[in-house]
């Protein structure tokens, strides 16, 4: 690996990190003529690089885009242009690979299969296909030896990640062998194509009845490990502005639906897909907005969709004060850091960017900016943003090509603030409370037995609850459900604490 980036004059990640030099030394004497087109920035090189090194780093030159926070962002932004191109395998073997998967004959499958590819990816490949009920079909099929050689990278990512956290303490913070783990999660949910027909039939079900977003129906009889076929998809590319408009639509009406499209399948069902690069979204003729291609997606927990519209919204509305406070609310800042400085930090980040045109904002970016303070303010990385991240940053190119003079942010604008209403306003605090008393009811027959036991232990045996008492504490908790059940729980927690500390 180190000599195909010493090839391309890419060798600055190990050597600036000053992880394994000798390695880095021997390669630059190894690695032969330079390979491709000679120059170009940083990323640029580095991206060449690994699209040499094959499917694995191309994968990891896509996660490295979302790291602006260890890159830098120049270099993030070069990378983020690394394309998952490969060249396709044989029509041949990928008729032989769907004949074993489902064990009998191609031609029982599809009464028409195109041999020639229409994409080919680093994972797997796809050809259009008819059934022999006459449907027209897109089949997926994996890359022979596939398997084998994201272990064999993976493990390699691994161990220079450990490297990087042995060498270098101070980035553990941004937890590279977690990154890697993500990676690799994602990575095996991709190369079980099962994995993809269920998400493609979950965003399907978020959807069902929204006729401004399309997902393509899938054939479950026709869907393996290996073999994924769902109805076909026909449509413009979403960045093909020319195009769009000659077909009759209006470019920022088409943007307004895909972001809406976004902002649902983020904050509204915190299951969203996260590969919307503009080969993946066809504005259809109809003018709704078709998706495929379900093998990266991200999901977020209720409670991280809310602290993070809550930041959206108050960094539209320029509330640095309310964005830092947010960010201590939710414990991604440590509470011994100063709630003034991080809103000062967050003003200095912000205004260089909302100061310009509106359709010129880009939140991907303020996003990564504030990556890039958490050393300042001890921050951790947040992983599970950072697939966000990457999707927030090619939504947001997308749509520049889309409708130049439009942000798809404010656009959704109005959609975020229902949402805030609704989930953060005084009937939504209501609902939570009452959820999270039902919740302590439901514990807390366990949460008796725990009291009981580690009451005993701390008084060294000198507390003990009647086993009476406990059976009448677990009825009451039982099918009535009723409040006095909390309250003599918490009495009962009160006196033991009291006995510990007087005795």
Same mark, same amino acid.
């Given at each position: 690996?180190?000599?195909?980036?010493?090839?391309?004059d890419?060798?600055f990640?190990l050597?600036?990190?000053?992880?394994?030099?000798?390695?880095?030394?021997?390669?630059r004497?190894?690695?032969?003529p330079?390979?491709?087109?000679?120059?170009g920035?940083k990323?640029?090189?580095?991206?060449? /690089?690994l699209?040499?090194? #094959?499917?694995?780093?191309i994968?990891? #030159?896509?996660?490295l885009?979302?790291?602006?926070?260890?890159l =830098?962002?120049?270099?993030?932004?070069?990378?983020?242009?690394l394309? *998952?191109?490969?060249?396709?395998?044989?029509a041949?073997?990928?008729?032989?690979?769907i &004949?074993r998967?489902?064990?009998?004959p191609?031609?029982?499958?599809?009464s028409?299969?195109?041999?020639?590819?229409v994409?080919?990816?680093s @994972?797997?490949?796809?050809?259009?296909?008819v059934?022999p009920?006459?449907?027209?079909?897109a089949?997926? @099929?994996l890359?022979? $030896?596939?398997?084998?050689?994201?272990?064999? *990278?993976?493990?390699?990512?691994?161990w220079?990640? $450990?490297?990087l956290e042995?060498?270098?303490?101070?980035? !553990?913070r941004?937890k590279?062998?977690?990154?890697v783990?993500?990676?690799?999660e994602?990575?095996?949910?991709e +190369?079980?194509?099962?994995?993809e027909?269920?998400?493609?039939?979950e965003? $399907?079900d978020n959807f069902?009845? *929204?006729d401004d977003f399309?997902?393509?129906?899938?054939?479950?009889? !026709?869907?393996?490990r290996r073999v994924?076929?769902t109805?076909?998809?026909?449509?413009?590319?979403?960045?093909?502005?020319?195009?769009i408009?000659?077909?009759?639509?209006d470019?920022e009406e088409?943007?307004e639906?895909?972001?809406?499209?976004t902002?649902?399948?983020v904050?509204?069902d915190?299951?969203?897909h996260?590969?919307?690069h503009?080969g993946?979204?066809f504005?259809?003729?109809?003018?709704a907005?078709?998706?495929?291609d379900?093998? @990266?997606?991200?999901?977020l927990e209720l409670?991280t969709?809310?602290?993070l519209?809550e930041i959206?919204l108050a960094f539209?509305?320029r509330?640095?004060?309310? /964005?830092a406070?947010?960010?201590?609310?939710?414990?991604l800042?440590?509470p011994d850091r100063?709630?003034?400085?991080f809103a000062?930090a967050?003003?200095?980040?912000?205004?260089p960017?909302? %100061?310009k045109?509106q359709?010129e904002?880009?939140?991907?970016?303020l996003?990564?900016?504030?990556?890039?303070?958490? &050393?300042t303010?001890?921050?951790?990385?947040q992983?599970?943003?950072l697939?966000?991240q990457k999707? +927030?940053?090619?939504?947001e190119g997308?749509?520049?090509?889309?409708?130049?003079?439009?942000? +798809?942010?404010?656009?959704?604008r109005?959609m @975020?603030?229902?949402?805030?209403r609704?989930?953060?306003?005084? &009937?939504a605090?209501?609902?939570?409370?009452?959820?999270?008393i039902a919740?302590?009811? %439901?514990?807390?027959?366990?949460m008796?037995?725990?009291?009981e036991?580690s009451?005993?232990m701390?008084? =060294?045996?000198?507390?003990?609850?009647?086993p009476?008492?406990?059976?009448?504490l677990?009825?009451e908790s039982g099918?009535n459900r009723?409040?006095s059940?909390v309250?003599?729980?918490?009495?009962?927690?009160?006196?033991a604490?009291?006995v510990?500390?007087?005795t």
């Amino acid at each position: 690996m180190a000599r195909i980036l010493a090839r391309h004059d890419a060798l600055f990640p190990l050597e600036e990190l000053d992880i394994a030099p000798g390695v880095a030394a021997l390669a630059r004497m190894l690695a032969g003529p330079p390979k491709g087109t000679p120059g170009g920035r940083k990323g640029q090189r580095l991206a060449r /690089a690994l699209n040499e090194a #094959g499917p694995s780093f191309i994968k990891l #030159g896509q996660a490295l885009a979302t790291r602006s926070d260890l890159l =830098g962002e120049e270099l993030a932004a070069d990378l983020s242009d690394l394309q *998952d191109r490969l060249p396709p395998f044989p029509a041949s073997e990928a008729r032989a690979i769907i &004949e074993r998967e489902f064990g009998e004959p191609l031609e029982n499958l599809y009464s028409r299969f195109d041999d020639t590819p229409v994409a080919a990816a680093s @994972i797997a490949q796809v050809h259009f296909a008819v059934t022999p009920e006459g449907k027209e079909v897109a089949v997926k @099929i994996l890359r022979p $030896g596939i398997e084998e050689a994201f272990k064999r *990278d993976l493990d390699l990512m691994r161990w220079v990640a $450990g490297l990087l956290e042995t060498t270098r303490p101070e980035l !553990r913070r941004l937890k590279p062998l977690q990154c890697v783990d993500t990676l690799a999660e994602t990575v095996e949910l991709e +190369m079980d194509l099962r994995f993809e027909a269920a998400a493609a039939a979950e965003i $399907g079900d978020n959807f069902e009845g *929204d006729d401004d977003f399309r997902v393509p129906e899938v054939d479950w009889g !026709r869907t393996g490990r290996r073999v994924l076929t769902t109805a076909r998809l026909s449509g413009i590319p979403l960045d093909e502005h020319d195009a769009i408009i000659a077909a009759g639509h209006d470019p920022e009406e088409v943007l307004e639906k895909a972001s809406n499209a976004t902002f649902k399948q983020v904050f509204r069902d915190g299951f969203f897909h996260a590969d919307v690069h503009p080969g993946n979204l066809f504005v259809m003729a109809d003018g709704a907005i078709g998706a495929v291609d379900f093998g @990266i997606m991200g999901r977020l927990e209720l409670k991280t969709r809310r602290w993070l519209g809550e930041i959206l919204l108050a960094f539209l509305t320029r509330d640095y004060r309310r /964005a830092a406070e947010v960010h201590f609310e939710a414990g991604l800042v440590p509470p011994d850091r100063s709630v003034d400085a991080f809103a000062q930090a967050c003003r200095s980040i912000a205004e260089p960017i909302l %100061d310009k045109p509106q359709n010129e904002i880009s939140i991907a970016r303020l996003l990564g900016q504030l990556f890039q303070i958490t &050393e300042t303010f001890q921050m951790e990385t947040q992983p599970q943003l950072l697939l966000l991240q990457k999707t +927030m940053l090619v939504a947001e190119g997308t749509g520049r090509k889309l409708a130049p003079d439009a942000n +798809m942010w404010f656009l959704a604008r109005p959609m @975020i603030e229902d949402w805030m209403r609704e989930n953060l306003g005084p &009937e939504a605090r209501i609902r939570d409370t009452v959820s999270s008393i039902a919740e302590a009811v %439901d514990r807390l027959p366990r949460m008796l037995d725990d009291i009981e036991e580690s009451a005993a232990m701390l008084s =060294g045996g000198r507390l003990r609850l009647h086993p009476e008492t406990v059976d009448a504490l677990k009825r009451e908790s039982g099918p009535n459900r009723g409040l006095s059940a909390v309250w003599l729980a918490v009495a009962v927690l009160v006196v033991a604490l009291a006995v510990v500390k007087f005795t």
